[in-house]
């Protein structure tokens, strides 16, 4: 995905802490996703965070947005090895009238668990 | 019924064959997008269809061919295909208005081009 960047590989112990970082460049991005994809399926949306917040908490997620550095974060808390996927940050690029928007994703960061 | 169904799960096709992904939802959305994806890598938006109407093509090659027959269906028709289109094919639909318009995605087609 052009513009949206991640660091390609996490690897943490079960029961950790797992942060995931993602940087964007459009400052006119009004929602920023975090999608999860298991071995072999599509796309689950985890969460996500509009523009003007600044931290959205969603029982184990937290997901903290600094808007001047362009920074977006996915903390998963007391990380389970059913947590092992590639998660994937997206920025809606503002909105397109009568077209839904389109969806920028970040290159995908594998998160391996290890019990 | 919140989830978006896609039909088949795997195909296997000739690069002569003539082939269609299906794709359906009954969450009321307006939007529908077909997204292709090579392995470990991102999503890429392929087309995008506003009220049943085409309003994004990303310089998808004349080979794939979608078709939007009513506000519940997608499909994607496939003629004289590559080895380079292997891939998954994931469709997603979403609100147009409203607030938030995040996208559902399907579990995906695993195509395979021999």
């Known amino acids: 995905g052009e513009d949206v960047e991640q660091s390609l590989f996490l690897s943490v112990r079960e029961g950790d802490s797992s942060v995931i970082n993602c940087t964007y460049t459009d400052s006119s991005s009004t929602y920023l996703y975090w999608y999860k994809q298991e071995p072999g399926a599509g796309l689950q949306l985890l969460t996500y965070?509009?523009?003007?917040?600044d931290m959205k908490q969603d029982q184990r997620l937290t997901v903290l947005l600094n808007k001047k550095d362009k920074h977006l974060s996915l903390r998963i808390a007391d990380t389970q090895t059913g947590d092992s996927a590639i998660y994937f940050c997206a920025e809606r690029r503002g909105r397109i009238y009568n077209q839904g928007g389109k969806l920028i994703f970040g290159q995908g960061t594998e998160l391996s668990v290890k019990p | 019924d919140t989830e978006v169904t896609q039909t088949p799960k795997h195909l296997v096709m000739g690069m002569t064959n003539k082939k269609s992904l299906k794709c359906e939802q009954h969450m009321g959305h307006r939007a529908m997008y077909w997204y292709k994806q090579k392995a470990k890598k991102p999503p890429e938006l392929m087309f995008v269809y506003s009220y049943e109407k085409l309003s994004i093509n990303e310089s998808v090659p004349s080979r794939f061919s979608p078709e939007c027959p009513n506000s519940s269906l997608l499909n994607l028709h496939l003629h004289a295909l590559q080895p380079e289109d292997s891939a998954l094919y994931l469709c997603a639909s979403s609100h147009i208005t409203g607030t938030y318009n995040e996208q559902f995605f399907g579990p995906g087609t695993r195509l395979t081009v021999l």
């Open positions: 965070i509009f523009s003007n917040m």
